[in-house]
C-alpha cells in the first residue's frame, strides 16, 4: 500500500514498516537502505543480524551460511557457537564466516 509523505512523494508503507521493526528490535545501525536512480533502477539493501545454531533440524548452521553466501554477496557472517571442536570453525571460514566467537 502506497501513501504520500510531507513533500507529496509516494512512499512504500510496507517497506517503512518493516524497517522501523528491525531498527526497534535490532538497533539504529540495522534496518532497510533504498537507493534509486532514474532509469537504472533501485537497489534495496536489508542490514540485520541472524544468529543461528551449529546443529539444528533439517538444516545444518554451516548449510545456512553457506546457503546465505552464495545467495548474498553484501552478508557479514559471523559464527557463534558454544561447539568446542574446530572442525566446525575451519569449515564456517571456507564458506565465508567472517570469525568464531
Known amino acids: 500500500m502506497d501513501g504520500k509523505n510531507r513533500n507529496n ?3 512504500n508503507i510496507g517497506l517503512e514498516n518493516v524497517n522501523n521493526r528491525i531498527k526497534l528490535s535490532c538497533g539504529d545501525e540495522y ?7 532514474a532509469g ?3 537497489e534495496v539493501v536489508i542490514m540485520m543480524p541472524l544468529f543461528t545454531d551449529i546443529r539444528m533440524p533439517g538444516m545444518s548452521g ?3 551460511i553457506n ?4 545467495a548474498f554477496s553484501l552478508v557479514l557472517l559471523i559464527l ?8 566446525f570453525t575451519q569449515r564456517a571460514v571456507a ?4 570469525g568464531n566467537c
Not at 534496518?31 to 536512480?37: E, F, V
Request: charge should be positive; charged fraction near 20%; hydrophobic fraction near 40%.
Open 62 to 64: 554451516l548449510e545456512l
Open 67 to 70: 546457503n546465505l553466501k552464495d
Open 9 to 11: 512523494r509516494t512512499v
Open 95 to 98: 564458506y565465508g564466516a567472517f
Open 31 to 37: 534496518g532497510i537502505m533504498k537507493n534509486s536512480k
Open 80 to 87: 557463534v557457537s558454544g561447539y568446542a571442536e574446530f572442525a
Open 40 to 42: 537504472m533502477g533501485t
